[in-house]
């Protein structure tokens, strides 16, 4: 009976390609893949979905040290859409061939992506302004399991705890559970490891932020934040106040079901009319 061969593991993220948590992902899954780095040159923080089409994109090799375990890594001066979309759409065919042909040497699908791990939680509606989720989101529209990985807050306390999952998801091929279209979008609270209680599977919140914007030197600047409390008790941001880890499926298809029945009815009678 042949070994099961190690899966192929995609990594990206929107803080750039230097960032320290890209790296603690990248050791962390190291022993259980054959992982490769796709992230973005510089910071790319609430680019949400955006990617490039009316200029060149630039891919240099970057040696990310034994920081990054054996993971091999590139950067691209894009979007973490960009990333994934080269990864997956050409460097997983051909490798990095220019000719566009093969396959190459490297040549098969990746069998999972994660995104991250984000500084700053990307739960609720900040899910839709993210470039960390929609690393996760690209990878599901190729058909590729994506899971984004984000931290509420700056401080790394619960980061280990991150790539621990993302370890565990590799180790008991627990991406097999993804369905087509579908990705997952997880966020870990502000909390230490002692007050960590523990992961919870959450709906995603709506409720907007109290934007409001101030003037100064002639600028106007983009200020508010969430009302935790005030969200639904099974929600991701209601969850991450609480001090729970969510874990949230998203969906590709945004279609409203009851919407177009509605529309249909609509069109129906202006027909008739």
């Not at 061969?5 to 190291?30: F, H, M």
Request: aromatic content about 10%; hydrophobic content about 40%; proline content about 4%.
């Amino acid at each position: 009976m042949q070994d099961t061969p190690k899966p192929r593991i995609l990594i990206t993220n929107d803080d750039g390609v230097q960032s320290e948590n890209i790296c603690a992902l990248a050791r962390a899954l190291s022993p259980y893949g054959e992982v490769f780095v796709f992230a973005p040159e510089h910071e790319q923080s609430g680019v949400s979905h955006a990617f490039t089409v009316r200029r060149g994109l630039s891919l240099k090799t970057v040696d990310l040290g034994e920081a990054a375990g054996s993971a091999r890594a590139y950067s691209m001066d894009g979007t973490p859409a960009d990333c994934v979309k080269f990864a997956l759409g050409h460097f997983a065919l051909y490798g990095l061939s220019t000719e566009g042909a093969g396959p190459g040497p490297l040549a098969g699908a990746f069998d999972v992506c994660f995104s991250g791990v984000n500084v700053g939680e990307n739960s609720g509606v900040s899910s839709l302004y993210s470039g960390t989720v929609a690393g996760a989101r690209e990878s599901a529209l190729w058909g590729v399991p994506g899971i984004a990985l984000s931290l509420r807050g700056t401080g790394a306390e619960l980061l280990q705890t991150a790539v621990d999952f993302a370890a565990k998801v590799v180790k008991e091929r627990l991406y097999g559970a993804i369905p087509k279209g579908v990705f997952w979008n997880v966020n870990f609270p502000k909390a230490t490891a002692e007050t960590f209680k523990g992961f919870r599977a959450a709906k995603m919140a709506i409720g907007m932020f109290t934007d409001h914007y101030g003037h100064e030197n002639g600028l106007w600047q983009l200020d508010g934040e969430k009302l935790w409390n005030e969200q639904p008790e099974d929600s991701d941001d209601y969850l991450l106040e609480q001090g729970y880890a969510t874990v949230t499926p998203h969906r590709i298809d945004q279609t409203d079901e009851e919407s177009l029945k509605v529309i249909n009815e609509m069109l129906v009678e202006t027909t008739n009319h």
